[in-house]
Each structure stands twice: as structure tokens, then as C-alpha cells.
């Protein structure tokens, strides 16, 4: 049955997090990965499950591939689709992230990921395991491969990736936690490695933010498709071991939770300008000559706002400032196009082509 637009939505429970519930969800991991990961490296089976994950492309493979008996368990209790997920509000999040694929593929790396830059705490984890100052292209790709795979018309259908990349990014997650808390440099005032609270931020980088940053470039979205794409983060959030109960599931909540976050984690660090930098560095050797020198950062700084940019390290605006009104028009103009989703279809087709030329495993690092 399709929702009529003034049909009350029924939504799943969502608890707004005091600073003291966000203080406890600093010191907790995600137990359930955490296990299966402390089995494989005690066991010395890391290595192997990694050859395996090669093989689980599509969700079906999670029951047509034999895995350890403790990975099996866990992936039948993990991939289990949430009984409150809405079939009707996913398939338009979908529709939505299509219409707007270009531009929600340009936030992920302009917005969402400096944004997570800013978190002086949750920013060591990508400093200490090198993942986003070394090959930043290659990282780049591996997080658009999870975007789409996640957004995709068919994510959780047996036929897609959504489960099976979800689950492998989570049980790569518990990996970084088991090395990081054998290492000296971590300090127990970061709390928890890739703790709950800083998934409950990630996850609001690629909902709330991307949606803001949608409005930001002169976007009029509706309040349902809004709705729709915070209720598909947090199914994706089931899966990657989120405190789902603290994923919000409306717009207005999701913005003041972010807000609350922001002041408890946010602050300049040295990693968090240096992992900007590198970011910048990629962005404009990617584009090349296409875009003049400076509107690389101009577009960043625009997105994120001045607090956040001078936070970073972006650096101030020149000339190109112009040139972000110029690209907030078009993106407008092509929103406003006759028929947005197929051009939106097109450039998600182009997307795929190019991520299949340089392919993406995700993997469990058997060292950081």
C-alpha cells in the first residue's frame, strides 16, 4: 500500500539523548561485533574471514556462503531487516536521493566528511589507522561505494548490497576498535574507539547534513522525502550496530541532536586540519582544471559555514565565492528540470561505471 500525503506516518520509537545518555554512549562499543571479532583474532580466523567477505557481493550470499559458526550467528541475528522499517518510505528515500544524486554525491565529500573532521575526539580513529591521509581517492571510493550501495532502489532486497556492505563496514568497525584499544596512544578521554555516540554523529553526517546542505543550495524539499531519508539512515544504522532508539526520525530532531553533539565533540585539533588538508588536496587534483584554483574550498566553506571551516582548516574565501552561486543555480535548474530522476538515474548509472572500474573490498584490517 502506497502512503496517501496525508497519511499519519507511524515511525519507529525515537528517544531525544540528554549530554548524560551521549556521555554514556561514549564509553560503548558495539558488543555483539565487538565478540565476533575478539573470537576471530584470538582464533587467528581474521585472515580467512577476509577471504570470505571476497565472496558475499550481494545480500543472498550471507546465507548462500559457509562462515565460521560465530560469524554465521552473528550475521543471521545482524542481517534480520528491522521489524519497524517501512517498505513505502524507503522506496522514496530512494526516489529522493535520486532526484538529487549529483548533489547528495558532492556533499559526501565537501560537507559530510570535514564536517566529521571537526569531532577532535572521533577524528583520532581516522588519524591513528591512516585511513583518511593516505590514499585519500581510494577512501573517497570506499565510502561512494557504501553510499550507493545503501541507496539503492533494491539496498535490502537479496538481489542488493545494502545488508551485506552494511555488515562488513560494521564488523571493519569492531576491527579498528580491538586494534585501537591495544594501542598506547589512545587516550580513555576519547572515550570508546568508533563509540556510539560518534555513529550516532556519522550517521547524522550522511542524513541530516546532506539534507541541509541540500537547502543550503537553494533546494525547497518536502517534508515527507525529508522524513523518508532519515527513516533510511536509520534501518542502514540498524545494521552497522547503531543505538537505533537514538536515531532520530524527523528532520527538526535530527537538527537538534546534531546540535547537541556538535557541542560536546567539536573543537580544532591539529589531526583535524591535517586530514582536511588531504581532503582539499584530492578534491582539486581530482577536478583538475575544470573549476578554478580556490572554489574547491569555497564550496567547502560555504557548505559547512565559516565556525565549522575555520575549525578544519579550510581556508578563507577568494574570488571563486562567486562561482558557488553560479553552481547553487544550476543545481537548482536541475532540480526543477522536467525530469530530475532520470538525469539523476543517468548520473548514478555513470557513478557505477566508475566505481567498477577501480572496485572496492570492504575489509577487516588485521592491523592499524
Do not use: C
Request: hydrophobic residues 40%; charged residues 20%; proline residues 6%.
Amino acid at each position: 500500500m502506497k502512503i496517501h500525503p496525508h497519511t499519519p506516518l507511524h515511525l519507529p520509537d525515537y528517544q531525544t539523548p540528554t549530554h548524560e545518555i551521549l556521555a554514556e554512549l561514549k564509553q560503548q562499543g558495539d558488543p555483539e561485533a565487538d565478540a565476533v571479532i575478539k573470537f576471530l583474532f584470538t582464533n587467528q580466523q581474521a585472515k580467512v574471514l577476509n577471504q570470505l567477505m571476497q565472496a558475499l557481493q550481494l545480500n543472498r550470499d550471507l546465507t548462500n556462503h559457509p562462515l565460521p559458526t560465530e560469524v554465521n550467528a552473528f550475521v543471521e541475528h545482524a542481517g534480520q531487516i528491522p521489524t519497524w522499517a517501512n517498505d513505502d518510505l524507503l522506496a522514496q528515500a530512494n526516489r529522493f536521493f535520486t532526484q538529487y544524486a549529483h548533489q547528495f554525491t558532492s556533499m559526501l565529500s565537501f560537507l559530510s566528511l570535514p564536517y566529521t573532521y571537526a569531532a577532535a575526539h572521533g577524528v583520532q580513529v581516522l588519524y591513528l589507522t591512516k585511513r583518511m591521509h593516505h590514499d585519500v581517492t581510494r577512501r573517497l571510493h570506499e565510502t561512494a561505494r557504501f553510499l550507493l550501495d545503501v541507496t539503492a532502489p533494491n539496498a535490502f532486497a537479496p538481489e542488493g548490497k545494502g545488508i551485506v556492505s552494511s555488515l562488513k563496514v560494521r564488523l571493519m568497525h569492531a576491527a579498528v576498535r580491538y586494534h585501537l584499544a591495544k594501542r598506547p596512544q589512545w587516550k580513555a578521554e576519547w572515550g570508546v574507539p568508533i563509540n556510539q555516540e560518534e555513529m550516532i554523529g556519522t550517521s547524522l553526517s550522511f542524513s541530516v547534513l546532506p539534507v541541509l546542505g541540500l537547502q543550503k543550495m537553494g533546494n525547497h524539499l518536502n517534508q515527507r522525502d525529508m522524513t523518508a531519508y532519515l527513516h533510511l539512515w536509520k534501518v542502514v544504522g540498524a545494521f552497522l550496530g547503531n543505538e537505533v532508539l537514538y536515531l532520530p526520525n524527523r528532520y527538526k530532531e535530527g537538527s537538534q541532536l546534531e546540535t547537541l553533539i556538535r557541542q560536546r565533540n567539536f573543537a580544532p585539533s591539529s589531526e583535524g586540519k591535517t586530514l582536511t588538508q588531504a581532503l582539499i588536496q584530492s578534491l582539486e587534483e581530482s577536478l583538475g582544471k575544470r573549476f578554478p584554483k580556490g572554489f574547491v574550498t569555497a564550496y567547502m566553506r560555504f557548505l559547512l559555514g565559516d565556525e565549522l571551516a575555520n575549525m578544519v582548516g579550510v581556508p578563507p574565501y577568494n574570488w571563486t565565492r562567486a562561482l558557488v552561486s553560479t553552481f547553487r543555480a544550476s543545481n537548482v535548474l536541475k532540480a526543477l528540470s522536467p525530469t530530475p530522476s532520470t538525469a539523476g538515474q543517468e548520473f548514478l548509472q555513470q557513478m557505477q561505471y566508475f566505481l567498477k572500474k577501480d572496485p572496492v573490498e570492504f575489509k577487516i584490517p588485521l592491523v592499524v
